[in-house]
Each structure stands twice: as structure tokens, then as C-alpha cells.
């Protein structure tokens, strides 16, 4: 008795650490674990969806996997797992406390219900739900649409900044790059004791939008990037950062992103002439975008540049320049057509003209690379 007693706890014990396994062999799997340690008797049953927190679970994205119970009967008594009433599967507990797998539904909503009915006398000592992370991600590399989370599972004191293009591209593996950006997505709550604990928007560098509070319940915040700014990453759209301000458990940031429409498609998608009829004299000195945006252009500030090309009649040149690096000289006798290709991922707003002499420039077609 004695031997097959601690071959049962050996083979008890094999089985749950068996079990336990998948949760670190996937990806943003967890378990929820619920001590129940309760006796139920013939038409008792247990609320799934409320012992385990499920229905939170679900709605932050999360999807089922796994269910199994720790339970023990004297008697021939059942347990009765019932999705939305109807009967998805029957065990008889033995006799000895062990976990028992359970079959899932297919696919649970966090408006159903899932229980556990006695029949007869049972035990039940805990719960046990697997549960995994899920996002839809692109079909194919930049394509396709859906939400990419990242867990963070961190505390803040104060201030933090997560840089979410970053977290989101090293856990998912999607690729980024052509993705528009509809919001950014922020899981957590306050837990500071004294004032309030706030999620703002950063954008290449700077704040965007009014600061978003967190209570000290879990919720889920959706920042927008503004209309004004890029939205489209790899065109203009750099840094995505979440800054956190107060005492705060940040769970999860994310991205709701879209196929954003390829600029290679269509012709002149990928370049944009403006018509300029800008006369200069002298030596002088202005920014490219702002001068851009006098003649009415709507070009995308934001993108890297690959080349711009000059129209202009008069004398002297056009020297194209960013933070201290000359990209390039255009030299202007009488009338003509020249092009400068610029280095690196400099934009619009990067870029400096110095005009000398005495010209027209006519017209500017700017190329990007995307």
C-alpha cells in the first residue's frame, strides 16, 4: 500500500511538472491559479470565468490553452465542465488529490460562461488555467494588419520611459517596417498612494497629446499619434515611446497597426516637384521644410530624403547642408537642372539650403526613399 501510494505522488508529481511545462516553452504564455479549497456537493458548481479572472484575460487579448483541477472524491462523484450550458466534458476524481487536464472550448469570449458542476461529493483544492498571449500579426513581412503587444510586467517609481517600437519588434518578431500606426496601446494601473500616475505619447523625440491617467484598477489606454505627425514606420515615423510619470505597474504596451499604401505604387508616389519661384540675393541661410511649406507643398517632412533636384536661373550656388555635413554643392550659371543626393536618413526638416549669388530657384523635386 505504501508502494503504490508513492508511485501514485511520483507519477502525481511527473504529471504536473508536465503539464507546467508548455507555459515556459511558448511564448507569452502564464498560468492563473486559483485556490479553491472547497467541498461540493451535488449541484454545486464553480464560476470558471470569475475564480481565474478570465474574462480580463480575454478581453486584453489573451486566449485559453489549458485548464486543468486539483481535485479528490471519496464516492463516485463527477465533475461537469458546462460552456455556456452545454456539457463539454465529465471526470471522476479519484480517491487521491491530483491535477486533472480539462478540454477547453474552442474558442471562449469573455461574455461566456465556464463551470464546474459537482455531482456528487468532490473536493476541489485549485484551479489551473494556461493562458497565452495572442496578436494578429501581418500575413506577410509589412503587410496585413493587427495588434502587436509586448509584455512589460514592471514596476515604476516616478518616471520611465518604454520605447515601444523596440519592446514590440524584439518580442513579436514582426516586421515593422511599411506599418502605419493607428494607437498606441498601454496596459497597467496606478499604484501610488498619494497623486495620480500618467501615460503620455512620444513621438521622434518629442511629447505628444495631453498626459492620460492611469487608476488604480487595470486599464487599457489608446494614444493617438496626432494627424500632423508620421504615422508610418520607416517613413518619417522613428521613436515610439511611452513616458510613465508616478507610481505605477505597467503589464503591457502594444501597437494597433494597418498596411500602410505603398509609395512605389502609382508613379510619382515616392517624389514630389513644388514650385518654388524663390529669388534670392546675397548669402542666405533657411530651412528647407519651412520654405517648402511658404510655396504651399504638402510634402512629407518626415521621410529620409534620397535626392533633391534644383531648377534655377541666375549665377552662384546652392549648397545643401544638415547639422554641419555638406551633402552636396549645385552651381548655377544661366539657367539649369541639377541634383544632389543626400546621405543617410536626414528629412526635410533636417536640411538646410545656404543660397549665394543672385538666382530664381524655380522648382524643387524632392525624392524619398520610400
Not at 163 to 170: C, D, F, T
Not at 250 to 277: E, Y
Not at 289 to 302: E, K, M, T
Amino acid at each position: 500500500m505504501k508502494l503504490s501510494l508513492l508511485r501514485l505522488l511520483s507519477l502525481t508529481l511527473l504529471l504536473t511538472v508536465a503539464a507546467a511545462t508548455p507555459s515556459f516553452a511558448q511564448y507569452g504564455t502564464q498560468e492563473k491559479v486559483a485556490y479553491i479549497e472547497q467541498y461540493l456537493r451535488k449541484g454545486d458548481k464553480l464560476d470558471l470565468m470569475r475564480e481565474l479572472n478570465l474574462k480580463q484575460a480575454l478581453r486584453d487579448g489573451s486566449r485559453l490553452i489549458a485548464l486543468r483541477v486539483e481535485a479528490s472524491s471519496y464516492e463516485n462523484a463527477k465533475l461537469v465542465l458546462k460552456h455556456n450550458g452545454q456539457r463539454l466534458q465529465a471526470l471522476a476524481p479519484s480517491s487521491y488529490s491530483m491535477e486533472i487536464s480539462m478540454q477547453t472550448p474552442a474558442s471562449l469570449q469573455p461574455q461566456d460562461k465556464l463551470v464546474l458542476a459537482a455531482k456528487g461529493e468532490v473536493r476541489v483544492a485549485k484551479l489551473v488555467a494556461v493562458i497565452q498571449s495572442t496578436y494578429t500579426p501581418p500575413r506577410n513581412p509589412g503587410q496585413g494588419q493587427g495588434v502587436l503587444k509586448a509584455r512589460v510586467n514592471k514596476q515604476v517609481y516616478g518616471h520611465e520611459v518604454f520605447a515601444v517600437k523596440r519592446l514590440v519588434k524584439n518580442q513579436t518578431g514582426a516586421r515593422l517596417q511599411g506599418l502605419q500606426v493607428k494607437k498606441v496601446i498601454v496596459k497597467g494601473n496606478s499604484t501610488s498612494y498619494y497623486g495620480q500616475a500618467t501615460v503620455q505619447l512620444k513621438v521622434n523625440g518629442q511629447l505628444v497629446g495631453f498626459p492620460q491617467t492611469l487608476n488604480s484598477q487595470s486599464s487599457r489606454l489608446a494614444l493617438q499619434i496626432p494627424a500632423h505627425m508620421p504615422s508610418v514606420i520607416g517613413q518619417g515615423l522613428r521613436q515610439i515611446k511611452v513616458v510613465v510619470r508616478g507610481d505605477a505597474y505597467i503589464q503591457m504596451v502594444g501597437l494597433k497597426t494597418q498596411q500602410a499604401r505603398d509609395p512605389r505604387r502609382g508613379g510619382n508616389q515616392g517624389s514630389a516637384q513644388v514650385h518654388l519661384n524663390q529669388q534670392f540675393r546675397g548669402n542666405q541661410v533657411m530651412n528647407l521644410d519651412q520654405l517648402l511649406s511658404r510655396a504651399g507643398s504638402r510634402v512629407d517632412v518626415y521621410s529620409p530624403v534620397e535626392a533633391l533636384t534644383f531648377v534655377a536661373r541666375g549665377y552662384g550656388s546652392i549648397v545643401v547642408q544638415s547639422r554641419g555635413s555638406v551633402h552636396g554643392v549645385a552651381t548655377v550659371v544661366n539657367r539649369g537642372t541639377q541634383t544632389i543626393r543626400i546621405s543617410g536618413s536626414n528629412s526635410l526638416r533636417d536640411l538646410k539650403l545656404r543660397v549665394t549669388g543672385n538666382m530664381t530657384i524655380e522648382t524643387v523635386r524632392v525624392k524619398t526613399r520610400y
